[in-house]
């Protein structure tokens, strides 16, 4: 479909439709058919038919093959992170140095808005080792970079965003005493938190746009313990010679 043979008004009723069913389909994770779409924005089953098909092509919608629905498609996640691309090239020598020097996996994660996405990683050499997966959402209490990026942000923003993790004042105390202590300078851990075979150690850092950072090393809990005090002192002295204001 040539979108400039086609009348003005048309196009942008195409568009707004277009960008109807895109929200719908951003709401319902799980995927939907093309009846339920059409229900939800209220259009034509045979329109909707069209217009996802069109989306289908171009990347920004895609058939669920575990139950045949539809769910947004890759490219929205490509455009979705082109933010982050210039963030992942700007600390991309930071993490080399990182792995250089702990033979470890080295996460960076963005902060957005009530969670972590990882945006790069660099494996480790170890022969166990942890890996995730670009892009995965991680919370914020739990994880090394999660209370990294908690820190860099103001007392009530930082707890804020706490309570409304928790869903509870329970907890909130122990959290906020943790981020203190990474104000003051400590790294910020993970002891097994997110994932019981899992330990990490990170810290913050600001992208050239002001973004909110971390950069975090997780290591299998089975070698943590040995390796944790001459981890701490590499990525102490690598934050400190690196990074300002961490």
């Known amino acids: 479909m040539n979108i400039q043979q086609i009348p003005k008004t048309q196009s942008i009723q195409v ?6 069913i895109l929200r719908v389909l951003a709401a319902n994770s799980g995927g939907l058919s093309l009846g339920q779409i059409a229900r939800k ?9 069209r ?8 990347g920004f919608a895609a058939t ?3 139950n045949g629905g539809i769910r947004l498609g890759d490219e929205i996640r490509v455009l979705a992170n082109a933010p982050a691309f210039n963030l992942r090239e700007h600390f991309r020598p930071l993490l080399e140095l990182i792995a250089a020097a702990t033979s470890e996996t080295v996460d960076l994660a963005i902060l957005e808005r009530s969670h972590m996405r990882f945006i790069d990683q660099i494996e480790g050499s170890q022969r166990l080792r942890t890996v995730s997966t670009i892009g995965d959402k991680f919370p914020l209490t739990t994880t090394a970079n999660g209370k990294a990026a908690l820190a860099h942000l103001n007392e009530m923003s930082a707890r804020a965003l706490v ?18 202590r990474i104000r003051e300078g400590e790294l910020a851990t993970d002891l097994g938190e997110h994932s019981e075979e899992v330990c990490a150690l990170g810290f913050a850092v600001i992208g050239p746009n002001a973004e909110i950072a971390a950069i975090s090393v997780p290591v299998p809990r089975s070698r943590f313990d040995r390796i944790r005090a001459d981890l701490t002192k590499k990525l102490h002295r690598i934050r400190d010679e690196n990074v300002a204001s961490a």
């Open 41 to 49: 924005v209220e259009l034509p089953r045979s329109t909707v038919q």
């Open 15 to 20: 568009i707004s439709r277009a960008t109807d």
């Open 64 to 66: 669920d093959g575990s």
């Open 163 to 180: 309570s409304a993790e928790l869903g509870t004042e329970t907890g909130v105390g122990a959290v906020m005493d943790a981020l203190h």
């Open 51 to 58: 217009i996802v098909s069109a989306l289908i092509h171009e």
